[in-house]
Antibody
Framework: QVTLRESGPALVKPTQTLTLTCTFSGFSLSTSGMCVSWIRQPPGKALEWLALIDWDDDKYYSTSLKTRLTISKDTSKNQVVLTMTNMDPVDTATYYC????????????????WGQGTMVTVSS | QSALTQPRSVSGSPGQSVTISCTGTSSDVGGYNYVSWYQQHPGKAPKLMIYDVSKRPSGVPDRFSGSKSGNTASLTISGLQAEDEADYYCCSYAGSYTHWVFGGGTKLTVL
């Protein structure tokens, strides 16, 4: 069974750096085709894709946020970490991590398994 | 403003069919067959309902179907049921620079 779980602070101050951890099980991020992405959703608003890391340690970022984001993985711990610098109240959102597999799998190129999300509020 | 355009809301009565549109450009929806749809109930994580434009993951009822024509993808839900009431989001691959884009979401109300 594939599961993902996000963890991190519920409250951060403006200008601080946010660090979120996605801990997953049921698959390995060292297996060809496996990827993990971060997606966020401000309260009452739409989903926004943030970043993706793949099995080969290639990293991809939202063009509008790339200067503030860093994604990394620890394969031995089955974890993916997202850092976002210079947090602002507009970054208040639920942050999700999700698995996505590239071509070669029956179900690929879609976010097939999601974590339950972690709500982050940016406020002084 | 989201990259993909969806109607803010749609509604239908139990047993009826509804279609939700998702309009993008030739750089995303029109350029790739990597359109997916997600169902989100209040306070819950999104759930994958359709991938690769028209494929259903295991366990998703065949009442849910997807299609695409040009730069517009569509999700059709037939035989509406009360539990279908939720927000629905489309998503498309948008190339090696933009990567992934989502729609603004559509609230489905079952009357």
């Amino acid at each position: 069974q594939v599961t993902l779980r996000e963890s991190g602070p519920a409250l951060v101050k403006p200008t601080q750096t946010l660090t979120l951890t996605c801990t997953f099980s049921g698959f390995s991020l060292s297996t060809s085709g496996m990827c993990v992405s971060w997606i966020r959703q401000p309260p009452g608003k739409a989903l926004e894709w943030l970043a993706l890391i793949d099995w080969d340690d290639d990293k991809y970022y939202s063009t509008s946020l790339k200067t503030r984001l860093t994604i990394s993985k620890d394969t031995s711990k089955n974890q993916v970490v997202l850092t976002m610098t210079n947090m602002d109240p507009v970054d208040t959102a639920t942050y999700y991590c999700a698995r996505i597999r590239t071509s070669g799998y029956d179900l690929s190129d879609a976010f097939d398994i999601w974590g339950q999300g972690t709500m982050v509020t940016v406020s002084s | 403003q989201s990259a993909l355009t969806q109607p803010r809301s749609v509604s239908g009565s139990p047993g009826q069919s509804v279609t939700i549109s998702c309009t993008g450009t030739s750089s995303d929806v029109g350029g790739y067959n990597y359109v997916s749809w997600y169902q989100q109930h209040p306070g819950k994580a999104p759930k994958l309902m359709i991938y690769d434009v028209s494929k259903r993951p295991s366990g998703v009822p065949d009442r849910f179907s997807g299609s695409k024509s040009g730069n517009t993808a569509s999700l059709t839900i037939s035989g509406l049921q009360a539990e279908d009431e939720a927000d629905y989001y489309c998503c498309s691959y948008a190339g090696s620079y933009t990567h992934w884009v989502f729609g603004g979401g559509t609230k489905l109300t079952v009357l």
